[in-house]
């Protein structure tokens, strides 16, 4: 499985490029430090442990959304699975929003989540049904935090690790559950840094290849230190429209210690053919 994991397919990038690339074409041009943290301790340094704490729940379930503006529209990128975080494997059922018109409605896209690598299905125009394509996260311009349609939850959670400034916002709730809310920015250079070792390269790639390594955003904690909602503002350049595209990622958790039973394809249920894009 590590070596399924470490092996890029030819024509994989292409076809995750063309994932957020479909939805932004398709829509353009129509108008559409501070503070405390539990017990006292810092709030970046609570911010730092999220994705500990993630890791000693075992599991959860996930929703997650992103959110793009470009060109006057805005447009929603929906996903809904579940998450290991011991074992870093994930599975999202993403569904892309309908055309600008509302005529047509994409098939719902299958991903597996697993360090440095995401696999999908029903994704690529001459892509067999019952094949795979498989994608080098680490050769991603944004490591996959915003092209895939969806950011990895784990991952989400070890961009915190980058928290530079970080201020205690209040008590409210989320989903029901009392959280601290927590509002700050995250440098992705030292996120890469401090990442687990299989975070380390995709968070190193987006690094380099968002308009700025700074990404800010708000994140809801529960009493035990869970994150139960985080959202990630990005920003990247738009080589369609060369312009900058604001995107905003949320992440959802809950049902804590949920069963997952994920597991990556084996090499023959992979396609190494080429992708067509968009």
Same mark, same amino acid.
């Given at each position: 499985m590590a070596e399924r994991q470490q092996r890029r397919t030819a024509g994989g990038a292409g076809v995750v490029a063309g994932l957020v690339a479909v939805v932004l074409a398709g829509g353009s041009g129509c108008a559409g430090g501070g503070g405390g943290g539990a017990d006292g301790r810092p709030a970046v340094q609570d911010l730092h442990l999220a994705a500990d704490r993630l890791v000693r729940a075992g599991s959860s379930k996930a929703r997650t959304s992103m959110e793009m503006?470009? $060109?006057?529209?805005?447009?929603?990128?929906?996903?809904?699975?579940? +998450?290991? +975080?011991?074992?870093?494997l994930g599975q999202l059922k993403v569904l892309l929003p309908q055309d600008p018109a509302g005529q047509s409605e994409h098939r719902p896209i299958t991903e597996l989540l697993a360090p440095g690598a995401l696999f999908m299905k029903n994704r690529g125009a001459g892509v067999p049904a019952d094949k795979w394509v498989r994608v080098d996260t680490a050769s991603m311009t944004d490591g996959n935090l915003v092209t895939g349609g969806a950011t990895d939850p784990f991952v989400a959670a070890e961009l915190l690790r980058g928290a530079r400034t970080a201020t205690y916002v209040g008590r409210t709730e989320v989903a029901g559950t009392a959280v601290r809310h927590y509002r700050g920015?995250?440098?992705?250079?030292? &996120?890469?840094?401090?990442?687990?070792?299989?975070?380390? &390269?995709?968070? $190193? &790639?987006?690094?380099? $290849?968002?308009?700025?390594?700074r990404v800010p955003f708000d994140v809801y904690l529960d009493d035990e230190g869970r994150i139960r909602k985080v959202r990630h503002r990005f920003s990247f350049v738009n080589g369609q429209q060369k312009g900058t595209v604001a995107v905003a990622s949320t992440t959802l958790l809950y049902d804590f210690g949920a069963p997952v039973d994920v597991r990556l394809p084996d090499d023959g249920d992979i396609y190494a053919g080429k992708i067509a894009e968009g």
């Open positions: 503006a470009t $060109g006057g529209t805005r447009v929603t990128i929906r996903g809904e699975g579940v +998450y290991d +975080y011991r074992r870093q920015t995250a440098d992705l250079v030292v &996120a890469a840094a401090d990442a687990s070792t299989g975070n380390r &390269a995709a968070l $190193g &790639a987006a690094a380099k $290849g968002f308009a700025t390594a």
